[in-house]
């Protein structure tokens, strides 16, 4: 079996493909999963600089974990004690952590905030469309007019919850459906239907009775696949909102629906007062947040693993600003600037991107963690490397001075190389036995860094580390000193990288 390489623009046809869309319709099964945590997260009691306690002690004594509590995750940084299940993902290899993850010019204001992140706007841009919405737009315009269709049966995206997310709000209508309870989602009474009055009313009317159509048809798939799903894991605390949701979003997926986005909520971070119990930091509003939110995306994960769909499903936190440093009188923390975002997933780099922010005890009454990364460069990667979009498609849908950042490693991931050096790669015979042959196309001289990953992201040989040639280059990868298993081969040039599965028998 080979493995072709597809970049943005098909390098063998020249068709101005949209993968994105191609993954949308019923022959693709990438999921992407976002848990928006609502009021704002104090990064600095979720991801702790070890490095920086000192200078936390002096700025934030009174919510602060005694150093011994805190779960280190054997670098500078250490798990609030409560986020046990985070910490199981991080030794599994199953998690990606991005510091300092803001905008420029921080609003501070809840609703403006989040607006910005649902909208990948600028601070002083007003959108009304959401991010994802108007990339569906782009090939979807017509949306929701007749949908569903033969090519796309079910929905784009599922908000568990009963308010749609504004990250898929469209020109014309939201790209999500609210689903409360998956097994009885709920069908509309049409009623008789006379013919509509040709003018602004009947429009409105049409368009209320196509959505209640639309409505209709979607709610039997997802009763559907409700029913044919499963979930193995028996890590979810059905006490928990955020795990009930992930557990109704792992038995959706199992069952096969073909939605490629979920969208699930946890709110109370917005903890101005009361974040830690008076002299117990180890207890409070933050601890049992956080102690929710780690439970439930461990066994999301687990269950992930469990009905073997791990290598389809990367999931994303974030909220819409961080806390400032100095914790205030009230053992509770104001609204800041940046904060760390964690991806989860089988196919993540387990590596934590950008650096421990410096603190001492002259930080300012108002001064939040400073932005490393804007998010949009998050959003921009993952639709990247997860879903194989152009730079351009992604600079129209998000913006153009996005920074390319290594979160998705492997799992076959879709190129978004921005210069089209390497017109093809294949990987063959794979599943292999004793050795396996990689031929590659480069259409300008450039250097290569080729190496051989486990399914942890350990690297296990540098295959290859050079210049390579305009032309077919031919390179052999030796499998005699590996057990039988699953591995990733990793290429990567100035601007990219990619992974191909290669699995020794």
């Known amino acids: 079996m080979s493995l072709p390489f597809m970049v943005g623009l098909n390098a063998f046809t020249g068709v101005n493909a949209s993968p994105l869309f191609e993954l949308i319709g019923n022959d693709s099964d990438r999921v992407l999963v976002l848990v928006q945590l609502q009021g704002g997260n104090d990064g600095l009691s979720t991801l702790i600089p070890l490095d920086q306690y000192d200078g936390l002690s002096q700025v934030r004594s009174n919510i602060l974990l005694p150093e011994n509590d805190i779960l280190s995750l054997g670098n500078s940084n250490g798990f609030h004690s409560a986020m046990t299940g985070m910490k199981q993902l991080w030794e599994d290899g199953q998690l990606n952590i991005i510091q300092g993850v803001a905008y420029p010019d921080?609003?501070?204001?809840?609703?403006?905030?989040?607006?910005?992140?649902?909208?990948?706007?600028?601070?002083?841009?007003?959108?009304?469309?959401?991010?994802?919405?108007?990339?569906?737009?782009?090939?979807?315009?017509?949306?929701?007019?007749?949908?569903?269709?033969?090519?796309?049966?079910?929905?784009?995206?599922?908000?568990?919850?009963?308010?749609?997310?504004?990250?898929?709000?469209?020109?014309?209508?939201?790209?999500?459906?609210?689903?409360?309870?998956?097994?009885?989602?709920?069908?509309?009474?049409?009623?008789?239907?006379?013919?509509?009055?040709?003018?602004?009313?009947?429009?409105?009317?049409?368009?209320?009775r196509d959505i209640a159509r639309q409505t209709n048809a979607y709610s039997d798939v997802i009763a559907d696949a409700a029913n044919a799903g499963n979930s193995l894991s028996n890590k979810y605390d059905l006490e928990s909102d955020l795990a009930n949701k992930l557990q109704t979003v792992a038995r959706l997926i199992s069952g096969g629906l073909k939605t490629k986005l979920y969208?699930?909520?946890?709110?109370?971070?917005?903890?101005?007062?009361?974040?830690?119990?008076?002299?117990?930091?180890?207890?409070?509003?933050?601890?049992?947040?956080?102690?929710?939110?780690?439970?439930?995306?461990?066994?999301?994960?687990?269950?992930?693993?469990?009905?073997?769909?791990?290598?389809?499903?990367?999931?994303?936190?974030?909220?819409?600003?961080?806390?400032?440093?100095?914790?205030?009188?009230?053992?509770?923390?104001?609204?800041?600037?940046?904060?760390?975002?964690?991806?989860?997933?089988?196919?993540?780099?387990?590596?934590?991107?950008g650096e421990n922010p410096e603190i001492d005890a002259d930080v300012g009454t108002d001064e939040g963690v400073p932005m490393q990364y804007d998010f949009r460069s998050v959003y921009a990667s993952l639709l990247m490397d997860w879903f194989g979009l152009k730079q351009s498609d992604i600079e129209?849908?998000?913006?153009?001075?996005?920074?390319?950042?290594?979160?998705?490693?492997?799992?076959?991931?879709?190129?978004?190389?921005?210069?089209?050096?390497?017109?093809?790669?294949?990987?063959?015979?794979?599943?292999?036995?004793?050795?396996?042959?990689?031929?590659?196309?480069?259409?300008?001289?450039?250097?290569?860094?080729?190496?051989?990953?486990?399914?942890?992201g350990s690297e296990l040989a540098v295959i290859s580390q050079r210049r390579f040639s305009t032309g077919k280059h031919r390179i052999k990868i030796e499998l005699h000193d590996y057990p039988s298993g699953t591995y990733f081969l990793r290429i990567a040039n100035k601007v990219k990288t990619k992974s191909l599965k290669l699995v020794k028998q």
């Not at 190129?415 to 396996?436: C, F, H, Q, R, V």
Request: aromatic fraction near 10%; proline fraction near 5%; hydrophobic fraction near 35%.
């Open 106 to 208: 921080q609003n501070r204001s809840h609703f403006r905030s989040t607006d910005i992140w649902n909208t990948a706007s600028e601070p002083d841009e007003f959108l009304t469309t959401g991010w994802m919405g108007r990339y569906f737009d782009l090939e979807h315009s017509a949306y929701p007019d007749n949908y569903p269709n033969a090519d796309f049966t079910d929905p784009f995206a599922l908000t568990v919850g009963s308010i749609v997310s504004e990250t898929c709000q469209g020109i014309q209508s939201n790209f999500s459906l609210a689903v409360i309870n998956a097994f009885d989602p709920g069908n509309v009474n049409i009623g008789e239907q006379g013919e509509s009055p040709n003018n602004c009313y009947g429009n409105e009317l049409d368009f209320i």
């Open 263 to 353: 969208v699930v909520q946890l709110g109370g971070f917005d903890l101005h007062a009361e974040q830690v119990v008076v002299d117990d930091p180890s207890a409070g509003k933050q601890t049992e947040n956080l102690k929710e939110l780690s439970d439930a995306i461990c066994a999301f994960q687990e269950d992930c693993n469990l009905l073997g769909i791990s290598d389809r499903v990367v999931g994303m936190t974030y909220s819409e600003f961080g806390r400032r440093i100095r914790s205030n009188q009230s053992y509770g923390t104001d609204h800041g600037t940046a904060a760390p975002l964690f991806v989860f997933g089988s196919c993540v780099n387990p590596e934590i991107i």
């Open 396 to 456: 129209t849908v998000l913006f153009s001075e996005f920074q390319h950042l290594p979160i998705i490693q492997g799992c076959e991931t879709i190129s978004g190389i921005t210069e089209e050096t390497i017109l093809s790669i294949k990987l063959s015979p794979n599943p292999a036995e004793d050795y396996s042959q990689l031929e590659l196309v480069v259409e300008t001289e450039e250097r290569l860094n080729i190496s051989l990953f486990d399914v942890l």
